[in-house]
């Protein structure tokens, strides 16, 4: 299993970004797959989730609104849209594996992390 | 929204045992998960479902939950258990995940 972020870097406040997943070795449409961040020095906060078959969508309360989850099955790629951008979004976002088949628990595999800066 | 409370830091001896619980509100009806991360490292799933080790999971790591507080166990510390340790849980209403708020285990 193989998760590679990609498209975190520096961005001003109230811009956008579009964060990538690549995943591999495993049945990307099987999994819910999450954005999961990390502010400097601050502990894991789970961002947003997807369904394996893109029908539901999950959103933590200080991003929804803000941040669109989408998946590509046909790609096998999760992306996250980050918008209305602020300086509490700086962190090292994760994209995650959920290990259950179809189902939501736990984080069996993690991607490496990008980095997203917010400032002017 | 849960909230999962972890203590800020542990310290322990090497060869000796630690301890680091998660508090929430009837935790022991849910399943509990626990992650290990290392500086500039990803998190690693050290123990899902309250008890189980993953593949390649030293048996020094345990776990348990009842009550209200879940219990992530290592024994026979070693340096390189240094590091930052996280329970999770999955939380149906609403659908979120939550992460305890970490703590950092240092070996004296």
Partial sequence: ???????????????????????????????????????????????????????RT??????KGRFTISRDTAND????QLDSLSAEDTAIYY?????????????DYWGQGILVTVSS | S??????PSVSVAPGKTARITCGGNNIGSKSVHWYQQKPGQAPVLIIHYDTDRPSGIPERFSGSNS?????????????GDEADYYCQIYNSNPDHYVFGTGTKVTVL
Avoid at chain 1, 8 to 29: D, H, I, K, N, V
Avoid at chain 1, 58 to 63: F, G, I, L, P, T
Avoid at chain 1, 77 to 80: A, F, G, I, N, P
Avoid at chain 1, 101 to 107: A, H, I
């Fill in chain 1, 77 to 80: 790629t999760l992306y996250l």
């Fill in chain 1, 95 to 107: 994209c995650a594996k959920d290990r259950t088949m179809g189902g939501t628990n736990c984080f």
């Fill in chain 2, 67 to 79: 009550g209200n507080t879940a219990t992530l166990t290592i024994s026979r510390v070693e340096a």
């Fill in chain 2, 2 to 7: 849960y909230v999962l409370t972890q203590p």
């Fill in chain 1, 58 to 63: 999950y959103y933590a309360d200080s991003v």
């Fill in chain 1, 1 to 55: 299993v193989q998760l590679l972020e990609s498209g975190g870097g520096l961005e001003q406040p109230g811009g956008s970004l579009r964060l990538s997943c690549a995943a591999s070795g495993f049945t990307f449409r099987s999994h819910v797959m999450s954005w999961v961040r990390q502010a400097p020095g601050k502990g894991l906060e789970w961002v947003s989730a997807m369904s394996g078959n893109g029908d």
